[in-house]
């Protein structure tokens, strides 16, 4: 029983939608894995031999699969074309003639040279949805620089603001940039197959991770540009609102978000500060930002006379919002996380793999859709013959290389 079987019926709001997607690592396939949990029929596209780079990012590994990998290829299709035969780059056109969205994030010369890049194929195919990304954006000076998740994020400010006060800029320990710019792309593709749908109307989308980081940092931006000193690393302690970090307790850490001014009173009072409460000097977030070392060192003295666990059913009570700093051991455990089904097991695994619930539900849609990550050139077959080759005509361009199935690839050959 093949993924298609499997799977019976695809409910969702995009159910029907065909994507092309030749997307590699990260960013792209985040997108597209999204776009497949709201009901598309993606197809992704890959090289002979290895497929997408992140087959074989690891370890860990499990059953010979990338955990990296298998987070963000879960209700795809794998199709191996070899684009250095020409048979090969024409059954890849004849796919996307007959698709929806085509998805890349290639080397803009590269695209040229094998006639794929977007003015040639809209031109072609005029309903088209070319959703492309890329490190930096299609125009500007380094708009052909490769990109990668570490530059996006030196390059946007995000390193600038992040790691312990006054020590070194730090990279934010995850793959931030991809993600982010994968929820951009699956939101614009999703915009733009509204208009597809009623009008007939393609699109040319353009997302790359420093667009994607900027907008992670676009309150930092818009408080420098207003006049707010440059920021530098601070530990998280540097926020527009006091208080709002961590603070250690008895015995761990505990993140305090004050947000209002009759939340700070309440906060006060709760922990044996009245008069800091009752102070004029500090009854606005204002004040409070001018005093913020007295007061953080205020409040630290006070937390280190209960647990974090004490503390956080005492501000649970009152409506304080607070959480412990969670290890990921904690997290997977946690019982809202747990309550959500925000773990999905990856199917075949016995619980070896997981990937993570797509950050929205739809009401419509009970349960979430979770295939797993297809084998390398599981479904070319099955793919082609849907888009009417036949069965000679597959034969021919597997004899010929153009194309490889699933019972002759093999990672790392």
């Known amino acids: 029983m093949n993924?298609?079987?499997?799977?019976?019926?695809?409910?969702?709001p995009l159910a029907g939608l065909k994507v092309i997607d030749m997307t590699t690592s990260y960013a792209g396939p985040t997108a597209s894995m999204y776009l497949a949990d709201l009901g598309a029929d993606v197809i992704k596209v890959e090289r002979p031999g290895v497929g997408d780079d992140t087959r074989s990012w690891g370890p860990p590994f499990v059953q010979d699969t990338s955990a990296w990998f298998a987070s963000a290829n879960r209700n795809k299709r794998s199709v191996v074309i070899n684009l250095r035969e020409p048979e090969g780059l024409a059954t890849l056109r004849r796919l996307i003639g007959s698709a929806d969205v085509f998805m890349e994030n290639l080397n803009p010369g590269k695209l040229k040279s094998l006639g794929?890049?977007?003015?040639?194929?809209?031109?072609?195919?005029?309903?088209?949805?070319?959703?492309?990304?890329?490190?930096f954006g299609l125009d500007g000076p380094d708009h052909a620089l490769p990109g990668y998740d570490l530059a996006a994020q030196a390059r946007s400010g995000i390193m600038s603001v992040t790691g312990a006060k006054g020590g070194s800029p730090q990279r934010v320990s995850s793959a931030l940039s991809d993600v982010i710019t994968g929820m951009c792309a699956a939101l614009a593709v999703s915009a733009a197959v509204v208009r597809q749908r009623e009008h007939g109307a393609g699109e040319l989308i353009d997302v790359s991770l420093l667009d994607s980081d900027l907008a992670v940092m676009a309150p930092r931006i818009a408080a420098y540009l207003a006049g707010e000193p440059e920021p530098a690393p601070s530990g998280g302690t540097d926020s527009v609102l006091a208080v709002y970090q961590s603070f250690p307790t008895a015995d761990r850490d505990l993140a305090i978000a004050i947000g209002n001014d009759p939340m700070w009173r309440r906060f006060c009072d709760i922990i044996g500060l009245a008069e800091l409460g009752a102070d004029p000097a500090l009854a606005d977030n204002a004040g409070r930002r001018a005093h913020r070392e007295r007061l953080v060192a205020a409040v630290t003295e006070k937390l280190a006379d209960r647990t974090a666990a004490e503390w956080l059913k005492i501000f649970g009570e009152a409506g304080i919002p607070c959480s412990l700093v969670q290890r990921l051991s904690e997290v997977v455990e946690d019982p809202q996380v747990v309550a959500r089904g925000c773990l999905l097991p990856v199917p075949g695994t016995e619980g070896a793999m997981h990937s993570v619930h797509s950050p929205f539900r739809f009401a419509s849609i009970p349960e979430p859709r979770n295939v797993r990550f297809p084998a390398l050139g599981a479904h070319t077959?099955?793919?082609?013959?849907?888009?009417?080759?036949?069965?000679?005509?597959?034969?021919?361009?597997?004899?010929?290389?153009?194309?490889?199935?699933?019972?002759?690839?093999?990672?790392?050959?």
């Not at 003015?119 to 949805?129: G, H, K, S």
């Not at 082609?384 to 050959?413: N, Y």
């Open 3 to 12: 993924d298609q079987d499997q799977r019976g019926p695809v409910a969702g």
């Open 116 to 135: 794929i890049d977007h003015d040639t194929l809209r031109a072609e195919f005029p309903r088209l949805i070319y959703c492309a990304m890329s490190g």
């Open 381 to 413: 077959r099955e793919v082609l013959g849907e888009f009417g080759f036949t069965g000679e005509d597959i034969d021919a361009l597997v004899a010929g290389g153009a194309v490889q199935d699933g019972t002759e690839v093999r990672v790392g050959e």
